[in-house]
């Protein structure tokens, strides 16, 4: 088990690093377009288009680290009632159904993907250099996958839990800190 | 088979299957009863990287946890009292003024009650507010706000029911006023009836707590003032607040460490990660009952029995205070895109629509048994949930009424908006 949580841990921790860029480059990009346009008449043709797919990739990194600390919008406040084994049950039967959910959702951006990748889209051109959709939209199927993997650990963390009845008391912070 | 599924899945979403999960289940399920390939869905939830104002969310949630982090709700704080401290009730109305403030920059996120609730508490108590005005009077200011500029949920209606988030908040602009005028007149009939002493005035004090937010006093005045006077689009705003926020409680004032941001960035992205997630999975769902003219057809049978716009309304407000309380992001997220072309059957006009829609938000928040200030305020002042049902009750009836004039006078909301536009 503490494999597992390690595994989780590591996860958690890459995603953060990545989120944590992302997040400066888009905070500093939006701004400069702001200034370029409104000081320069100007603008970074391709920014915008960029900075709509940066959103994307935000959005799905954050949802990935919300399934990690169950921060996910939820009705929870049955399985706030709950306590020791039947919570663990409860939990197990919530985290597969959205793995399996999750799982479905890749074969779908799978197929969406290949489409894509197919078809060799342009995103937007710098100059002469014509960027493909394609790298953009890898957030699909990866976000979904990471999701998955974050809910099938906490599935395996939470059979654990109902063999040894070892269940953790639900979070009660709000935000977190 | 789609009765059982339906049932389990309302099983699921019971047991606190996330939201995501449960639209997304729904939307394969149904795109693939249609015989529609399930890629589909996520063309529909790639729509989401052709809205230009989406970039709004992130940005405005992160200034948002960058203030909450910072002092800058002390200082805050300190100047509204400084400023309006010597008026009858002055406290209270400093409350009501900067938690709406508050509320308004940081997303409706909760955080007011945490971060601005506990400094107000005790230092109401300290000037003799009764124990049960106090803890009401904080409990319902968590939400305060949600109708001013940069407000998240806003923003949210705005791209969900696709109309111009600008004109959202001129929209907001009156009844938003309004309801802190109402709230205020509240507090300082109280304040007299208490026999509280008024502080007095002092310049010198005004002036330094002035100076001690010198670099925060533009940031409302930007973005407020940038949207409403028609400089900035809200998209904007949003990039200019996020790149001054960081800069001025990093650099200037250094409340905030290069050690804190990863905490802010994960805590603020993981609001943003789990909003967009669901509005990504909603879209397919949402896009197929459209196409499958759901409104239409809930519009065909509830005309048989609501034949007036009056009835429909209070329905309708009824209605919403229920799925409210459930979670607000997802009920915006799933329930607006049904309701607006039943609203405007019936001849309500979208932008009219979100300022109920989003006052009834409010009072949600504050609607027991579940309502999230309720638990906020339970857990911030440890005090038990029935006496705060109490205490938030007398606040609860005047939003109502004030839920009441903003229905049925629309002119309240789209006026300001008329004016803008001539």
Known sequence: MKT?????RLLMSGERAFLIALVVVMVALSFLQVVLRSFFSAGLLWGDTFLRSLVLWVGFLGAALAAAEDRQFSMDALLRLLNGRTRAVVELVVHSFTAAVCWFLILASWSFF???????????SIGAHEVPAWPFETILPLGFALLLLHYVLKAVLAVHAAVTGAVKPPSTEYPAP | MTFALAAALLVLAFLGAPVFALMGALALYLFHGAAIDSAAVIIELMRLASLPALIAIPLFTFSGF?????GAPRRMLALAVALFGWMPGGLAIVGLVSCALFTAFTGASGVTIIALGGLLYPMLLKEKYPEGFSLGLLTCTGSLGLLFPPSLPIILYGLVAKVSIDDLFVA??????LLILLLSGISMVVAWRSGLRRAPFSGAAALAAARAAAWEIPLPVLIVGGIYGGVFTATDAAAVMAFYVLVVEMAVYRDVKPADLPRIVRSSMILVGSILIVLGTALGLTNYLIDAEVPEKIFAALSLYVHSKTVFLLILNILLLVVNMVEIFSAII??????????AQYGIDPIHMGIIFLLNLEIGYMTPPLGLNLFLSNRRFDQPLPKLYRAAFPFWVAHVLMLALVTYWPQLSLWLLHLKDS
């Open chain 2, 172 to 177: 907001g602009a009156i009844p938003g006023v």
């Open chain 1, 4 to 8: 597992i949580a390690a595994i989780e």
């Open chain 2, 334 to 343: 799933i329930v607006v895109p049904i309701i607006i072309p039943i609203a």
């Open chain 2, 66 to 70: 960058v203030l909450a982090e910072s």
């Open chain 1, 114 to 124: 290949l489409g894509e990748f197919e078809s060799g889209g342009t995103l937007f």
